[in-house]
């Protein structure tokens, strides 16, 4: 008898299985909504894939809530990440294209729209989410995101194997949604050069190769107590303003660079990059983990890409990301973090 009910009870278990296999297949068609570009729950969202006509692509991934990168390598901008996944939550279907535009419509999706294809987590067996098991990522949906209506109160749209396109918009929302699935780089990279707590730093070293004298480097110890040593002679001061230092290390909570500049001509990188650094900024963790970053002056008479004379008193240059990437930032932003050593003097 207790053989019996344990062959029942196999056989019961591996026919929900079995249910469970067909009931969350990907691949069904049953009842597919091609008017449904919306995404209920965007906090379920992991990965977001996003490919133009032009083999420009990218992708978007969830390492953690808040938490994104971009292709692997970069720090998505968290404003961006919200901004999409709350258009993908609130898009809706305001109209069918008309039958005498459905194929000029249909054209221009073939030919300049950007692909979208978004994924989540999802369970191989999910008994009514009592019993989640066998996770895996799921591609959930996949529409061509078009162009603005003629009043840019719309854009046009497809889901993969839908016949039909429609006109979507966000309800009280005035414009297009187009621009928001973008596959620039640049419009996703997260700006941020140093964003670190005071408690999380090891030590941080400025240093000024025009004028070295200026040169220092402040150690964490305990306690609000620091080691402050001049880089020209290794020598520690003895005294020095203890609220001065922790403002200084302070500032490194939220650092950021203004315009990724990558794209200048490569001989007008290597013509300013080639120069004596204006400063050398190292910042070490107590987790072990090292920035280093070099600024450069912006010359007052300097030529743009076009011809036309730069006069810009406010910007300077810095190579940033281990050297990857030539960004342009402030004066206003970096003055509080390249305070010459004796800033910190006691007065």
Do not use: C
């Not at 090891?202 to 025009?210: A, K, M, N, R, W």
């Not at 880089?231 to 315009?259: G, H, R």
């Amino acid at each position: 008898m207790k053989k019996n009910r344990k062959i029942i009870f196999a056989i019961v278990i591996l026919a929900i299985i079995a249910a469970m296999f067909i009931f969350t297949r990907s691949d069904s068609t049953l009842n597919k909504d091609y008017k449904d570009f919306a995404i209920a729950d965007t906090s379920l969202v992991t990965k977001i894939y996003l490919a133009d006509k032009n083999n420009n692509s990218l992708t978007l991934k969830k390492n953690s809530p808040g938490d994104w990168t971009v292709n692997e390598d970069y720090k998505a901008r968290n404003s961006g990440i919200e901004t999409i996944l709350n258009t993908m939550q609130k898009i809706r279907v305001r109209q069918p294209v008309s039958k005498a535009a459905h194929n000029s419509v249909v054209r221009r999706l073939a030919s300049s729209s950007i692909k979208v294809e978004i994924y989540q987590m999802a369970f191989r067996i999910n008994l009514f989410g009592l019993v989640e098991w066998f996770p895996y990522e799921k591609l959930v949906k996949t529409y061509y995101v078009g162009g603005a209506t003629q009043n840019n109160m719309g854009t046009y749209m497809l889901i993969e194997g839908s016949p039909e396109p429609f006109v979507v918009h966000i309800p009280r929302f005035r414009g297009f949604v187009a621009t928001r699935y973008s596959v620039n780089l640049k419009d996703w990279r997260d700006f941020s050069i140093f964003k670190k707590h005071p408690s999380e730093i090891e030590s941080v070293s400025i240093e000024f190769p025009e004028e070295p004298e200026l040169s220092y480097k402040i150690t964490a110890k305990n306690n609000n107590t620091f080691n402050v040593i001049s880089l020209s002679n290794n020598q520690a001061l003895q005294e020095y303003d203890t609220l001065k230092v922790l403002n200084f290390l302070s500032s490194f909570k939220n650092i950021n660079f203004e315009a990724l500049l990558n794209d200048k001509k490569p001989e007008i990188i290597d013509s300013i990059t080639s120069q004596i650094p204006f400063h050398i900024i190292t910042l070490n963790e107590k987790s072990g983990k090292s920035t280093k970053i070099k600024t450069f002056h912006k010359g007052i008479y300097e030529i743009d890409d076009e011809g036309n004379p730069i006069n810009d008193l406010d910007r300077f240059y810095a190579l940033v990301n281990d050297g990857k990437d030539f960004v342009l930032i402030q004066f206003y932003t970096f003055d509080k973090i390249t305070r010459p050593i004796n800033y910190f003097f006691v007065e």
